[in-house]
């Protein structure tokens, strides 16, 4: 019955919580201290962490369904090691909103996929509830039924004209060019707006009435909205994806990526100079610092921030040889993929990530997942490398959390080093 207004998201986690916590109260005869006690409600996201280890794994069979060379123990051995994912596991033992969050977005996409898509824009509106910026992922979950009807017209297009030097998975930039016209021409027809529409209304429905709420509330943040302000931050893109190298690096960081990336530099020279150019310009016109950012020493993002980023002005420009390698094999990791699907997620990921002014490893837990969950299968050395990896790093982080603790100059509370 108390809202603190620093809480700048709505509700989800708390009516969830009152929802479980409250009948298994009734049913056992417990009074008002245990209902609401700190490891009661820690108990919720232990529930969410079980259900998203399961999503996980659901979701990686129907992903790689067609792949029948993965064995059921890799999808077991991938769900297990994308649920301690480290980003998102520390929060399962602490009343944050992330785990979840991250369960009804997962739970929205999976039954997207099956084609089950007015329950996921349900799911969506769940998982809304949990955080405002979830609503990219029902414009992703959209965005799948539409980048599988435009990858079956172009399929089609492509028979007509019998050109086999065209691909729908990946081409020069000439056949990309041929495909941003395939595509404006596709959605300026009335009939297949119609068709879309038809298929996608669930998920139109929940958009607009995002919409309204935006227009009511004067924005997508409830509470305290000086914090919290949306801006043009592009280099979030470049921190995104030097964040999935570092999380993703048997997948990325490879001597054979290595080798492939400095044979397509040779290749297209001109292209990669264009890059770096505009690269340089992203980070020099819209790099923002925000005051948490600087201030919070409790977060990993602070020294990250104090011991790279702010040691000489020059460093964030030279970082940007890194960022294109990042960009380039975090690209050839999903060229499986459709390139409607690519210029799909794409979108999303610029949604969900650019507008966010403060530096914040937990904004990308989603984007992290949803593009793991779309590469291929690695060998099982390399998976178990990667989840001992993962195991490593928490059982860092959690040493940290517990047993070095410190205290602020004006404040007798006791803070701890997190995510």
């Not at 949306?230 to 997948?251: D, N």
Request: charged fraction near 15%.
């Amino acid at each position: 019955l108390q809202w603190d207004p620093m809480i700048t998201t709505l509700p989800g986690l708390y009516l969830l919580s009152v929802g479980v916590v409250k009948p298994a109260a009734w049913l056992l005869g417990w009074t008002g201290s245990v209902v609401c006690s700190v490891g009661m409600l820690r108990f919720i996201n232990l529930l969410f962490s079980a259900g998203n280890f399961y999503l996980l794994y659901l979701l990686l069979f129907k992903i790689h369904q067609k792949n029948k060379a993965v064995s059921g123990f890799q999808r077991i051995l991938s769900a297990l090691t994308l649920a301690m994912f480290p980003t998102l596991y520390f929060f399962t033992f602490l009343y944050y909103t992330d785990p979840g969050s991250v369960f009804f977005t997962l739970f929205s996409y999976l039954m997207c996929l099956y084609g089950n898509h007015k329950t996921s824009a349900l799911l969506g509106f769940c998982g809304f509830m949990f955080r405002q910026t979830n609503i990219v992922w029902t414009v992703f979950c959209a965005g799948n039924v539409v980048a599988e009807k435009l990858n079956e017209a172009w399929k089609i297009e492509l028979q007509k004209k019998k050109d086999e030097k065209i691909s729908s998975r990946k081409g020069s930039f000439s056949d990309l060019t041929r495909i941003l016209q395939f595509l404006v021409k596709y959605l300026l027809s009335p009939k297949n707006l119609v068709t879309l529409t038809a298929l996608t209304w669930p998920y139109i429905i929940l958009v607009s009435l995002f919409f309204v709420f935006v227009f009511i509330n004067g924005g997508i943040v409830v509470g305290d909205r000086s914090s919290h302000e949306a801006c043009l931050h592009f280099p979030q893109l470049f921190y995104f994806l030097c964040f999935t190298v570092f999380f993703s690096f048997p997948h990325l960081l490879t001597p054979t990526k290595i080798r492939k990336f400095l044979l397509s530099l040779r290749k297209h020279p001109v292209q990669y100079s264009l890059i770096t150019v505009i690269s340089l310009f992203l980070i020099w016109r819209f790099t923002y610092v925000h005051k948490y950012l600087l201030a919070d020493n409790r977060h990993y993002t602070f020294y990250v921030w104090r011991k790279v980023f702010q040691r000489h002005e020059l460093v964030k420009y030279l970082l940007v040889p890194f960022y294109i390698f990042a960009g380039w094999s975090f690209a050839d990791t999903l060229k499986s993929k459709s390139i409607f699907w690519i210029l799909m997620y794409f979108v999303c990921l610029l949604a969900v990530t650019v507008p966010q002014k403060l530096l914040e490893f937990r904004y990308f837990i989603l984007p992290f997942l949803i593009y793991r969950l779309n590469t291929p299968f690695l060998s099982l050395y390399r998976q178990l490398l990667e989840l001992a990896f993962y195991i490593l790093v928490n059982a860092v982080t959690f040493y940290l959390f517990l047993n070095r603790t410190f205290q602020w100059e004006n404040s007798d509370e006791v803070q701890r080093f997190m995510w």
